[in-house]
């Protein structure tokens, strides 16, 4: 699976956007790009995934860029409990063969702020 | 709620004892995943058993074993225990097809090595 690059940290205000990126620049045709959370020692959290197309579900919004080298986890109004370490991992798709394990790298440690 | 079970969810037990971790994956998840996090370490994957068969190994110590069962619960046994051994174990698990792109964690068994 293609290695990726996350900021070690960000700030953001309350009620503000959160806008994560994450440069996977060796990602390949059939690689999907997807982002989890960790919420202290608690279990990984998955939040959303995508191929190409941008994607939006109820917790956040992907937005990956044309060449696919990089994108961007966009939380819309964080709040306090969206304090997180956030991670972005690349992984084959599961039609290219059996379902493979997610590779974890450092990730972005979220601070929202009051 | 991923609908992943482990128990217990805290264990304490003393060097070169022997411990078993058990995992209920989500309903119908045919894949069951083993992940280690230390306090030094990030997410660490261990081993990956699909309906009852090792699909893929990780960075798992010779002295840990594991197996999934016909009903799919999976257990990891831990042997021989190490105070390095102490950390947070996460089971996970995925379903077939397209579900299979998604991995549920489940909150965590903490074990501490004294």
């Known amino acids: 699976d293609a290695k990726t690059t996350q900021p070690p940290s960000m700030d953001c205000a309350e009620g503000r956007a959160a806008n994560l990126p994450c440069n996977h620049s060796t990602i390949s045709g059939n690689e999907y790009v997807y982002w989890y959370r960790q919420i202290h020692s608690q279990g990984p959290q998955y939040i959303i995934h995508g191929l190409k197309n941008n994607e939006t579900n109820e917790m956040a919004s992907l937005i990956i860029t044309e060449d696919r080298k990089s994108s961007t986890l966009i939380l819309p109004h964080a709040t306090l409990r969206d304090t997180a370490v956030y991670y972005c991992?690349?992984?084959?798709?599961?039609?290219?063969?059996?379902?493979?394990?997610?590779?974890f790298g450092s990730g972005t440690q979220l601070t929202v702020l009051p | 709620d991923s609908g992943v079970t482990q128990t217990p969810k805290h264990l304490i037990t003393a060097t070169g004892q022997r411990v078993t971790l058990r995992c209920s994956p989500r309903?119908?998840?045919?894949?069951v995943y083993w992940y280690q996090q230390s306090l030094d370490q990030g997410l660490q994957f261990l081993i990956q058993y699909y309906n009852g068969e090792e699909r893929a190994k990780g960075n798992i110590l010779e002295r840990f074993s594991a197996q999934q069962f016909p009903d799919l619960h999976s257990e990891l046994n831990l042997s021989s225990l190490e105070l390095g051994d102490s950390a947070l174990y996460f089971c996970?698990?995925?379903?077939?097809?397209?579900?299979?792109?998604?991995?549920?964690f489940g909150e965590g068994s903490w074990l501490t090595v004294v």
């Open positions: 309903s119908g998840d045919l894949s």
């Open positions: 996970a698990s995925s379903g077939q097809g397209v579900a299979g792109n998604t991995i549920y």
């Open positions: 991992i690349v992984r084959v798709d599961i039609s290219s063969g059996s379902a493979r394990q997610l590779t």
